[in-house]
């Protein structure tokens, strides 16, 4: 049996409100009734919308309701509509669930229901009147339809018998009796009670049993009991859709996320085969991140869509919940054997979507439209804060990563600076030289100034926000290995290129990654260097990018991550920043940098994760 009210049997209003009174959803019903549709009211303050409510009994009852957490129920007459409208709000942590339903026409029945058998006889809810000691004296012929009893067994008896027949139990049963003496005394002009019972079919239901006085010269009350299975369901539902929302929003991960919506359809709207996909940006194809066990048992895995790929490519691309009854009939099926016969997809903003199945074609409605698009709505929701909490999140940690790496650029110059200061102190202390001669010669002074101009032109590079990345153009790497060179240390003629290559980035920025790489395996020789570039992760379908394999005296393994942050220990700070600014320009274009040893020797620094890069048949 599905857990999911069919919607044709749902004829009331219904209404969401949050613990601010603001609307968070409303069924087509309560679209009509208000006279407002869902864009214009969701997120807005009943009061504010509705001021002529402010007068009525709305604010008490719902502040009620939300204060002392308790069900409240009570009728109020729309004069334009000229109706009568039984107005049931029920509280949860996160708002109110209102029913709104026209009851006019019982309303008319209550008063003259001795007087208008026909009325009453043609009218769907069980109706069974009582005299003063409780006996049945009339029974409508729903009664029989939704209690499982009728005439013959119901008239003359007390009304025990409709209790025992009905399969309620004692304690309900005393209620019952409670609420058929409070109104046939007067203490109350109607009661109104919820209750389980058994229906025709030995199924569980839920009914409301309402007693009213009638004026008559047998009868004093007046029991109308009507079948509200699936409307209790639909409420439990959508209850429990709010508590829903509340673990979605607890999680920061959007797998969970994902996980938590699945299966909230799974077990809240009966939907054992269902999925979702997340979008892939920078691949752009549909992900599979979750999915339900009858998911996974029929179809051993979730597919993975690429655009244009199944009607889920379409619904997502449109934006707009779909329903199709027969796949049978529908053209663009991404699995044209596929043994389900009916589906909801439903897009998660631009994130993904939701997609649930059934082997029977006509198997949903539009109920389970509008509990799944309240799902996904809520699941759209919880992913879009997930993802201002990782961009907050990764904006914290480059924050504190920049402020490390500046912090470390000034204990570098104030390091160099202080070398400086000592050679010169210690020449003016040195009292045994016949003549002093200022301590740095010419020579000395045009390499320290050249060393200087290299070292604050690496510091304004660093300093640089790692995300300011430029216009990015394709750029072939030869080029701009000759770029590089051309202000570099390093002799042209001692740079092996592999293969030609092409990839897109910031041109200056590239270049200048290039030549600190050059400088800094400059730095590292005691003579000579000769640099062999080549590609890599062609090959084994690895991340791509490309590797400079130098002679150079090597870093030993155990400074290969240190080398790569500024520090003033390093002994090549002083010509720059070297490795640790080929690393900021790196992940500046969201690639890696890594520092290994050669297979023969020296170092080899690799750049991977350059999705543009390919091989340049040029």
Known sequence: MRSVPIVDRVTDAFFALDTS??????????????????????????????????????????????????????????????????????????????????????????????????????????????????????????????LGAGRSTLVGEHVETLTEVAGIDDDDAVEIGRAITDVDVGNAAHRQLELPYVGPDGDDRMGEFRFV??????????????????????????????????????????????????????????????????????????????GTAGAHDEFGGLPRFNPGEGLVWEVFEGGEVQLFDDLGDTDGLYNPETPLRSEIIAPIGTHGVLMTGSYDPHWFDETDVDLISTLVENTRAALDRADRERVLRDRTAELERQTERLEA??????????????????????????????????????????????????????????????????????SAIDDALADSRLDPNNVVVDAPAALRADPDRFVHLLQTAFDSAVARANDDVTIQIGLVGFEDDGSRGFFLLDDAAEIPPNAHDRVLDPTADDDTAIDGLGLALVRAIAEAHDWTCTVTNGDNGGTRIEIREITTLERDPA
């Not at 009943?46 to 001021?51: G, S, V």
């Not at 008490?60 to 009568?84: C, K, N």
């Not at 102190?425 to 045009?446: I, K, Y």
Request: aromatic share 8%.
């Open 21 to 146: 009174f603001r609307f968070t959803y409303l069924n087509e019903r309560a679209e009509t009734l208000l006279k407002r549709s869902r864009e214009e009211l969701i997120g807005r303050v009943m009061w504010d919308e509705f001021p002529q409510t402010v007068e009525t009994q709305f604010p008490e009852g719902f502040h009620r309701a939300m204060d002392e957490q308790v069900p409240v129920s009570f009728e109020i007459y729309h004069a334009p509509l000229e109706t009568w409208f039984e107005a049931r709000a029920y509280p949860s942590e996160t708002g109110l669930s209102v029913f709104m339903r026209d009851v006019s026409e019982r309303k008319a029945q209550e008063t003259t229901l001795a007087q208008h058998a026909a009325v009453v006889e043609a009218i769907r809810d069980a109706v069974v009147t009582l005299d003063r000691n409780r006996e049945i004296i009339t029974v409508n012929g729903a009664t029989e339809s939704v």
């Open 213 to 290: 006085p009638v004026e008559d010269n047998a009868a004093t009350v007046a029991a109308i009991v009507r079948d509200i299975t699936d409307q209790h369901e639909y409420d439990r539902v959508v209850t429990s859709l709010h508590e829903v929302t509340r673990w979605l929003l607890e999680s920061d991960d959007p797998e969970e996320i994902c996980a938590i919506a699945v299966h909230a359809g799974s077990d809240l709207l009966d939907l054992p085969i269902s999925g979702v996909w997340l979008l892939e940006e920078e691949q752009g194809y549909l992900e599979p991140v979750a």
């Open 409 to 478: 650029v000034a204990e570098i110059l104030s390091s160099d600076l202080q070398r400086q200061l000592e050679a010169v102190a210690d020449a003016l202390a040195d009292d045994g030289a016949d003549e002093w001669e200022f301590p740095l010669a010419e020579d000395t002074v045009e390499t320290t100034l050249d060393r200087a101009e290299r070292l604050v032109d690496d510091v304004r590079e660093f300093a640089r926000n790692a995300s300011a990345v430029g216009p990015r153009s394709r750029l072939r790497l030869e």
